[in-house]
């Protein structure tokens, strides 16, 4: 590994054990030439050295987008009657709150809104609102703490429970009178996950997951408009299914991938957890 250029032989022999290159002089060449030739060598061993080149670790799998997590949230109403409870979650829609209504297990369709940071949070919003008559009674619903396996389960017996029940999520419009993104979105809340409001929201929200992945629980999208937007939403739920809210006058129900109609229709599918 000795640089011999002064004495007119071989200037490298073998770098570092390996047939680096060699770079020979006749006796012509005049010392300048040598002296600028070392230099030359010596900058280029200086650069790469004796070691081998790094190698560089693969990257880390992408990690899901989290959510944010549904802390405290405040519960009003218990109504037999569907229709009664989109009304009053189109009251509190218009008064800036984001609330939404589901089936609970009592039979009794309810209402819930916010995310609050603590339970003195959520009782002094409430409070507020029941002194301007806007709510009477309420209830602080606290956070929820599942693992990733109880929370997948979890969020299929909700959307399962939802089966065969006429969601709406509020509006008597076409856009509005049955929306899947709204099914999506509270079965996902009430499970503890703030999922946002549209079907576009949340295929931006996500992390993509290919078919052959799919897991219980991530949502599937679909272009179901003229457009190439996504346009529908809904729960895989697991063998090639998935529920969701399939349109206006339809009742939420249990559909198929390989359905002619969602199969040309499929977009992607992503998870959040």
């Known amino acids: 590994m000795i640089i011999n250029v002064l004495k007119n032989v071989s200037v490298i022999e073998k770098v570092c054990r390996m047939d680096f290159f060699y770079f020979t002089r006749d006796k012509s060449v005049d ?39 549904i ?80 929370l997948r389960d979890k969020i299929l017996r909700t959307a399962d429970s939802l089966i065969g029940v006429p969601y709406r999520w ?31 929201s949340q295929w931006h929200t996500g992390m993509p997951v290919s078919k052959s992945e799919l897991k219980k629980g991530n949502l599937v999208f679909f272009h179901t408009a003229s457009s190439r937007r996504i346009s529908h939403v809904g729960i895989y739920d697991g063998n090639g299914q998935f529920i969701h809210a399939p349109g206006k006058g339809k009742k939420v129900r249990r559909s198929s991938l390989n359905n002619r109609y969602y199969k040309k229709r499929y977009a992607g599918a992503k998870t959040y957890f």
């Open 170 to 200: 509020g509006g008597e419009s076409v856009e509005e009178g049955f929306d899947c993104s709204g099914f999506t979105m509270t079965v996902y809340r009430l499970n503890g996950l703030d999922l946002p409001r549209s079907s576009r």
């Open 71 to 150: 802390h405290y949230t405040i519960q009003v109403g218990a109504f037999s009657n569907m229709d009664n409870a989109v009304r009053f979650t189109e009251k509190l829609r218009k008064q800036d709150v984001n609330a939404y209504h589901f089936l609970h297990h009592s039979g009794l369709y309810k209402v819930r809104f916010g995310n609050f940071s603590s339970r003195k949070a959520a009782v002094e919003r409430a409070k507020a609102l029941y002194s301007t008559g806007i709510i009477h009674d309420f209830y602080i619903v606290p956070p929820k703490n599942y693992s990733k396996a109880q």
């Open 31 to 69: 010392f300048a030439e040598r002296i600028l030739s070392f230099i030359l060598v010596f900058t280029v061993f200086l650069l790469f050295g004796c070691s081998r080149t790094p190698v560089t670790p693969s990257p880390k799998p992408a990690s899901p987008i989290s959510l944010p997590s």
